[in-house]
Structures are given as structure tokens and as C-alpha cells.
Nanobody, 125 residues
Framework: HVQLVESGGGSVQAGGSLRLSCSASGVFYTSYCLGWFRQRPGAEREGVAAIYTGPGNTYYADNVKGRFTISPDKSLQMDNLKPEDSAMYYC????????????????????????WGHGTQVTVS
């Protein structure tokens, strides 16, 4: 049974940094897709970044490139935070190895992820 637990959220001023962690248990394969998503109130959930853990292939949304970094330990380093980054952040996993990495590049499609954490709140003022 796969379980994901996020941590590291909080409140920070614009321009500041936060590091989110995702603790994953029950995943048996070394190569699988781990994604970070966020959801603002009244908005749809959006993909932020993902990593295919074995080879370490990374994927980023255009609006976070150069500011966010996803690491092999599944953490999400967020630098130069902006108020529009305020949201609930979730990590999600597709726990099976795939020949195309994270869904052949379509990593942002949240319906493809089978397991989700409960989220951690990030507020940027």
C-alpha cells in the first residue's frame, strides 16, 4: 500500500524560499514517476514538477522553471517565491516503471497518478 506524506510548507515573503519534502512508503520499484502539483482556491490542480526517479529525468511547468528544483529524494526546492505560488501542494506517485519515463512527457496529467498525499500549504505574501 503506497502512502505519501508531504511536509515543509509554510508562510514566506515574496522572494523567499521553501523546501517541500515527500515521504513515500510502499513503493517497490526504484524507477517511477513522482509529481508535485498545486491547487489554489477555486482553481484546477496544476502540475508543478515531476521526476522519473531511476534515471532522474525531470519535468517542470513553464511558470516555475528556473525557480523550482525537484530532486531524486523527491523534495521540491522553491526559490524566488511569488504570491501566485501560494497554494496547497501535493505530491503524487505512479508507482510502476514506464518505458516513457513520466508518461512520455505528459507528466502534468493528474489523472495518471494513482496515489496522492494530503497536501501541505504554501503561502507567499
Amino acid at each position: 500500500h503506497v502512502q505519501l506524506v508531504e511536509s515543509g510548507g509554510g508562510s514566506v515573503q515574496a522572494g523567499g524560499s521553501l523546501r517541500l519534502s515527500c515521504s513515500a512508503s510502499g513503493v517497490f520499484y526504484t524507477s517511477y514517476c513522482l509529481g508535485w502539483f498545486r491547487q489554489r482556491p477555486g482553481a484546477e490542480r496544476e502540475g508543478v514538477a515531476a521526476i522519473y526517479t531511476g534515471p532522474g529525468n525531470t519535468y517542470y511547468a513553464d511558470n516555475v522553471k528556473g525557480r523550482f528544483t525537484i530532486s531524486p529524494d523527491k523534495s521540491l526546492q522553491m526559490d524566488n517565491l511569488k504570491p501566485e505560488d501560494s497554494a496547497m501542494y501535493y505530491c503524487a506517485a505512479d508507482p510502476l516503471p514506464r518505458t516513457g519515463g513520466c508518461f512520455s512527457g505528459f507528466w502534468w496529467r493528474d489523472a495518471q497518478y494513482d496515489y496522492w498525499g494530503h497536501g501541505t500549504q504554501v503561502t507567499v505574501s
